[in-house]
């Protein structure tokens, strides 16, 4: 659960590349324990090292790096998906330091959380991702509502949870008050080339499953591997997946070398994704009706990848991000102020 968390802080102390590797694999086997691990390493443990004060990140850091703690990011509302700067959750100021009022929704982890990442509008006259700040909860100030059933992902929790007013301590911000909606677009950068590991260990463990059925089943008196509509199924699953890796790898890369990573792994996202989806469709149609049933795991590959093209961002986003920054519009946006 810290495998690049550096081993000061309770962690394994390997590169960001590494724990992608570890992403892809877990993902490989069971993209519900993939996920599990990216939201809390990626969108939990790491921007508190990011963000955080010397006395956060001795505090909260290592109860996550040992997986003591799981972490869970507080993001999503009912009225803010895509649009995550219309998020409408209070944090008001008291004597203490916060009084956080809300409901978020889509939460992953969040019944098993000890440490939450929430986001609430510190200033609400503010327009849009302006008034956002970043908060260290506990576990036991939020509120689970409902267990989300789901198309696929099932070993991983999805949670609604309210927030009714909890008090917090001034030292639970994180970064400055205002800045929190730079907190999870940096967040969500790292965190997208988490899921595009995901994406690809799903791909991956649909085209293992698929070259290894070709080579086994037999029909017209011969292996379906030697007919060559299945040769060429088989050949584009090969290149999209090493496409997408080496997508994954260089965002990865840049990541931790401290470059500019925003586009990268936007791409390397919304490839990925739906690359896995086409790909785990085609390993159905290699195994006809027997890929159709729940007596081999390739219609769960099929339904894991379809949530990947879906959060940390949409396809349509990740779309949004790589126009921006390819046209120039980010810079322009960040240059104004
Ligand atoms: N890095 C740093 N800062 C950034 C940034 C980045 N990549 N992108 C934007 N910002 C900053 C901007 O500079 C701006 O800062 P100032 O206000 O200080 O000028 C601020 O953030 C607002 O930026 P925009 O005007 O670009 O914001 P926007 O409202 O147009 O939204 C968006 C941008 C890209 C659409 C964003 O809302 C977004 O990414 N939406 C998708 C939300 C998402 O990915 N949700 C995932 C939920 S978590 C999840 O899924 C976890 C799970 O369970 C697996």
Request: one cysteine or more; a negative charge.
């Amino acid at each position: 659960m810290g495998v690049c968390v550096p081993e000061e802080y309770g962690g394994a102390g390997a590169d960001f590349l590494s724990y992608i590797l570890v992403l892809e694999e877990l993902s490989r086997a069971d993209a519900g324990v993939g996920v599990t691990v990216a939201v809390h390493t990626s969108a939990v443990t790491l921007p508190i090292l990011t963000f955080g004060t010397d006395e956060q990140r001795s505090r909260f850091v290592p109860p996550l790096a040992r997986g003591e703690h799981l972490g869970s990011f507080a993001l999503t509302e009912a009225e803010a998906g895509s649009d995550a700067g219309a998020l409408r959750t209070r944090a008001e100021p008291d004597s203490e330091g916060w009084r956080i009022t809300g409901a978020k929704q889509w939460i992953t982890n969040a019944r098993f959380a000890g440490t939450v990442l929430l986001f609430a509008r510190t200033d609400l006259d503010a327009p849009g991702a302006g008034g956002v700040s970043a908060f260290i909860l506990d576990g036991d100030h939020i509120r689970v509502t409902r267990d989300e059933e789901k198309l696929g992902l099932n070993s991983s929790i999805t949670n609604d949870i309210v927030v009714e007013g909890a008090t917090i301590g001034r030292d639970r911000l994180l970064h400055e008050e205002g800045k929190g909606f730079r907190v999870a677009m940096t967040t969500l950068d790292g965190g997208r080339i988490g899921i595009a590991a995901q994406a690809l260990g799903i791909a991956q463990a649909a085209y293992d499953a698929a070259r290894a059925y070709a080579l086994e089943r037999r029909q017209f008196g011969k292996r379906i591997a030697d007919f060559q509509a299945i040769q060429w199924k088989l050949a584009d699953m090969a290149t999209e997946i090493d496409a997408a890796r080496l997508l994954v790898y260089r965002a990865a890369e840049l990541k931790q070398r401290g470059e500019p990573h925003t586009e990268a792994g936007a791409k390397a996202k919304l490839f990925a994704s739906e690359m896995a989806r086409r790909q785990t469709a085609e390993a159905i149609q290699i195994f006809g009706g027997y890929g159709y049933t729940k007596e081999f795991p390739v219609e769960r590959y099929y339904r894991d990848a379809k949530i990947t093209e879906i959060y940390e961002g949409t396809s349509e986003i990740q779309r949004l991000v790589i126009a921006r920054s390819i046209l120039g519009l980010t810079e322009r946006a960040l240059a104004q102020g």
